[in-house]
């Protein structure tokens, strides 16, 4: 693709993060010469990095064109939506859009990245709030999410409207926020949409979402029904609803909440600083909740996905002022997210040691999902009636059957698209006309680099196989150090062997090679090698320093 690409009288899709993957959303369409950002979102690496946290979409395409990017709208405040802002926005240089609750958490986190005043941050205060920015109109569209102010966004252009679902499912008894009615969404679809780009995270869900207040009964209940037990729910912290409901739960059962973890405590003060949570009970420290008696608190945890450093990771391996013990009851308020089972899995086994009792959204109707089942997606279908479908927010298996139930349902077209593929949305027949450079990027320490470059493909590969470091110094002989291979006591031998191997591999050498530093340091790498692989059936990377001379790695 060409530097000096522009969408010249045409409206185009380009997603450089969230299809293909859940997660890392970043948007871009592009109309009459001027690109606008739908959020900037960011992943966790889930230990496929090693030593990275956080991940995010490579957004060269648009760092080279930010003189005709206009700016950047967030839908709603997820991490995989906003995650990326404090670490791009000072580049991009663009206006940041959002409404009061998600623009609070992000000026917080332009203030930890020392950008406040330096990004200019646009709050929309109104529901369903309209602007214009460039060739775009944009509406906010309040729609029910596991977050207060989810939104879609409708997108007027010179070439037809469109309709951005952002994160979204249909829900009459949300507890928090007003979503657009059906009604007003069938209004839209008789004014016309040309396109609809949709949430695909829970197609093959044959069932609706469900309801919060639903969650609301059947965490009453199950509360209730622990009387005389200390019990903990942990839930996503993001979820003002489910907070809200739990601290309904609190007082109606007659307990004192006790709050654990950092991302609890400042999702629940941005939610009171902007009208939320008003009626949310007063709090008891970690020594007040263990002198009151086992009946009378709820504590509210984060690390209900089995982060290490969260807090009920940390109460399940008693390593928390706050403590459970036997008989004591654990409600699991949220999801499994995929790729987390193996850590949840050891913590809950850490719990079921101590005899605690836990109880899932298997066991007991104390969860909904944030996303679209099968049934709200065949009717926003129906209301919006769009002439183009273009899934997103999936992974490839989630986007090929959206459009295949799109189809079923009778939308004229759809477009199947990856990350980094240009999509023409008008005129003419919608597709894909272009491929641009996308990718990853890490958080590695204090620098963003490439996920695939060799700082990470090495320690990737160190992970795997180890490392050996041979130290060869004049009138001495080779030092070596293995480093992460599984010798244990046999250590002293294969190094006293490695030793007499790498020896005996530059003594081989003849004429020139005898004193070229290069092929020294090759033959004493190989014997290294082939030493580790004799003693280990490992293959690591083999580091040779020579003193005055060189140094190199190699493979």
Not at 38 to 52: N, Q
Not at 271 to 285: C, K, M, S
Not at 513 to 522: I, K
Request: glycine share 10%.
């Amino acid at each position: 693709m060409k530097k000096n690409f522009k969408p010249e009288n045409e409206l185009l899709f380009l997603a450089l993060g969230g299809s293909g993957e859940i997660g890392m959303n970043v948007n871009l369409y592009g109309c009459d010469g001027k690109w606008l950002m739908v959020d900037l979102g960011m992943t966790f690496s889930g230990g496929e990095y090693p030593g990275v946290d956080l991940v995010f979409a490579d957004i060269e395409f648009i760092e080279e064109r930010t003189k005709d990017l206009l700016g950047v709208v967030l839908t709603h405040a997820h991490e995989d939506h906003i995650g990326a802002v404090p670490y791009f926005a000072g580049e991009l240089g663009v206006p940041l859009y959002a409404t009061p609750f998600t623009a609070d958490l992000v000026a917080r986190k332009l203030k930890e990245a020392g950008l406040t005043g330096k990004v200019e941050l646009n709050i929309i205060e109104d529901d369903h709030g309209e602007f214009d920015i460039g060739p775009f109109s944009i509406t906010y569209l309040p729609l029910a999410h596991s977050i207060a102010e989810g939104n879609a966004l409708l997108i007027d252009t010179p070439y037809g409207s469109v309709f951005h679902t952002g994160d979204w499912k249909l829900d009459e008894d949300p507890i928090i926020g007003e979503p657009t009615t059906e009604e007003e969404l069938r209004a839209i679809g008789d004014e016309g949409v040309l396109a609809l780009v949709c949430d695909s995270t829970n197609v093959f869900n044959p069932e609706p979402s469900g309801s919060e207040g639903a969650v609301h009964k059947g965490l009453m209940e199950e509360v209730a029904r622990h009387e005389g037990k200390r019990v903990l729910v942990t839930t996503f912290a993001s979820n003002v609803a489910r907070l809200q409901t739990l601290g309904e739960v609190a007082r109606e059962t007659g307990r004192q909440v006790c709050i654990a973890g950092r991302s609890l405590d400042r999702i629940i003060e941005v939610a009171q600083d902007n009208g939320y949570l008003e009626d949310f009970p007063p709090t008891v420290d970690f020594d007040g909740a263990m002198r009151l008696p086992r009946g009378e608190v709820l504590i509210l945890a984060t690390g209900g996905q089995g982060e290490p450093r969260a807090a009920l990771s940390r109460i399940a391996d008693d390593n928390h002022r706050l403590e459970l013990v036997s008989g004591d009851v654990v409600l699991f308020s949220s999801r499994q997210i995929p790729g987390n089972e193996i850590s949840i899995g050891k913590m809950q086994n850490q719990l079921a040691a101590k005899g605690i009792e836990m109880v899932t959204d298997r066991q007991s109707m104390i969860h909904v999902s944030g996303h679209p089942g099968r049934p709200e997606l065949e009717a926003l279908y129906e209301w919006i009636r769009p002439e183009v479908l273009v899934p997103v927010h999936g992974e490839m298996r989630h986007m090929r059957e959206q459009a295949r139930l799109g189809k079923e349902r009778g939308i004229p077209s759809n477009v199947v698209q990856s990350n980094g593929d240009i999509v023409r949305l008008a005129p003419g027949e919608p597709g894909k006309i272009a491929e641009v450079q996308n990718g990853r990027l890490v958080l590695d320490g204090d620098i963003i680099a490439p996920a695939d470059g060799e700082a990470i493909t090495m320690r990737r590969r160190i992970a795997q196989e180890g490392v050996i470091v041979v130290v060869l110094a004049r009138g001495t002989a080779p030092a070596v150090e293995a480093i992460g291979l599984p010798l244990d006591e046999d250590l002293p031998d294969f190094v006293a062997e490695t030793q007499q191997d790498i020896l005996k591999a530059i003594g081989k050498l003849k004429g020139r090679d005898a004193s070229d530093p290069a092929a020294v340091h090759e033959a004493a790498r190989l014997a290294a090698r082939r030493a580790a692989r004799r003693w280990s059936g490992k293959n690591p990377q083999v580091r040779v320093v020579m003193p005055g001379l060189r140094e190199a790695s190699a493979d």
